[in-house]
């Protein structure tokens, strides 16, 4: 059973709000964060049952393997179609009774409330189901495989090949925790560590507890920094020196990495084939006092006035080295999607080949654990674009990024990297240049 402390124990209805987010994800295949913004009742909650729902919902899909099979267990078959929503409901009462130390009474009985009109007629088997895992249910839970059971199949799978089964494990322990969050600072990151009670990263990242509004806490309306994840600001360093020169970020929305070049004195071109995206991405910058030019284009058809020294491609994929702070991934991401991203990668790859000057800088980077999309996808292109070799990293740049190198000399965290800290999301970047 876990340690994590509930934030409270609202009643029914601030869990009814829970339970349309568990719909709006596991149903509707929404992103958890989209949900989110897109639910009217979360909104008008107070700050504190937000936080309740937020981390209720966020628990029920780390952990999903494990209340399943717990629910399992009591249910002698399955349930009607039509009762669906009774699933959900028992989902989060059982994430209540064993991962936040609810009150089991609290649990059951508001679990319970949940069932009304024509899932009423649950509330028995509701009741019945509970009680009988606040009676047997500890053992049961403190026996469980909970790395394995929350992670699917393919995930698993792909993580042992690349990666060994012990790291794979490594992995799945670290998306059972609510990550912490991650700060890069647009100056002054002393001044910050002090005002935000924030521990400094070896990577110079900032990292705060979870948990609260973001915008109220210091320093962020005065624009003096942006949530950005540890390994997510890697990709940047690995550009070098680049005050004064100009830089295309493409894929830039919703703008983290573009606030990194903008910040470190470059003249950035931000490209985003997404209108939305770009205006959040300019919103953001308006916060920061930073300034870039904003392109609304496809990447895949755009080129630049003329070729560029440096290029960054932080291209869509899967997302899988962001499960521990999007856990919805584990349920809404498959095979398929990676095999659709890959195709995508390689179109931008080349396209972002084309815009590069003779001796320019091309730095790929996606936020993806799945050798597909990375490793792989630097050996094709480099295998199709002679023009094309690796930059290997010069020995002053060797020691910070050390911890976090693959044997070919490419970027490759992982969400066990930094455990001991909360973790970090897995990236892959590498770093290559136009040889003519």
């Known amino acids: 059973m876990s340690n994590q402390t509930a934030v409270s124990t609202p009643s029914s209805s601030t869990r009814l709000v829970a339970l349309k987010l568990m719909r709006s994800v ?4 929404q992103a958890f964060d989209h949900a989110v913004n897109c639910c009217e009742e979360f909104s008008v909650l107070s700050s504190r049952d937000r936080a309740f729902v937020w981390l209720l919902v966020a ?12 629910i399992a267990r009591c249910i002698s078959s399955p349930l009607p179609k039509a009762a669906w929503p009774v699933n959900d409901m028992l989902r989060l009462g059982v994430a209540q009774i064993f991962f936040l130390n609810t009150p089991p ?60 089964e012990s790291m794979a494990r490594q992995i799945a322990t670290v998306h059972l925790q609510e990550a912490p969050l991650d700060i890069t600072a647009k100056n002054t990151t002393s001044i910050l560590v002090e005002l935000l009670e924030a521990k400094l990263l070896p990577t110079g990242t900032l990292r705060v507890d979870a948990g609260g509004p973001v915008a109220e806490r210091p320093g962020f309306v005065e624009g003096q920094w942006w949530v950005q994840d540890a390994a997510a600001a890697l990709p940047v360093a690995l550009l070098g020196e680049i005050a004064n020169a100009r830089v295309i970020d493409l894929c830039a929305a919703p703008g983290g990495k573009t606030a990194q070049l903008c910040s470190r004195g470059a003249d950035v071109v931000a490209v985003d084939r997404s209108r939305s995206r770009l205006q959040i991405l300019g919103r953001n910058l308006d916060r920061l006092r930073l300034n870039a030019e904003l392109v609304n284009e496809d990447v895949a058809d755009w080129q630049p006035r003329s070729p560029a020294k440096y290029v960054l491609l932080d291209a869509p994929c899967s997302a899988t080295g962001t499960i521990r702070r999007h856990p919805e991934i ?26 590069l000057a003779p001796g320019g800088v091309l730095v790929f980077a996606t936020c993806s654990l799945q050798p597909e999309e990375g490793l792989e996808r630097v050996e094709n292109l480099l295998g199709r674009r002679p023009e094309l070799e690796r930059f290997l990293l010069l020995p002053n740049e060797r020691e910070f990024f050390a911890p976090f190198l693959n044997e070919q000399g490419d970027l490759r965290t992982l969400p066990a990297h930094l455990a001991e800290d909360g973790g970090m999301d897995g990236f892959y970047a590498a770093r290559l240049k136009r040889k003519h």
């Open 26 to 29: 596991l149903r509707r295949r």
């Open 59 to 70: 628990t029920c899909l780390r952990r999903l393997g494990q209340i399943d099979r717990l």
């Open 105 to 164: 009474y609290a649990a059951v009985d508001n679990t319970v409330n949940l069932a009304s009109g024509r899932m009423s007629r649950y509330r028995k088997l509701i009741n019945a189901v509970l009680r009988r895992l606040v009676r047997e249910g500890i053992p049961w839970c403190e026996s469980q495989d909970a790395e394995r059971l929350n992670t699917p199949d393919w995930l698993w799978r792909s993580w042992c090949g690349a990666y060994g």
């Open 330 to 355: 584990l349920h809404l991401k498959s095979p398929d999607d990676v095999e659709r991203a890959v195709v995508v990668q390689d179109q931008l790859l080349d396209a972002a080949a084309t815009m």
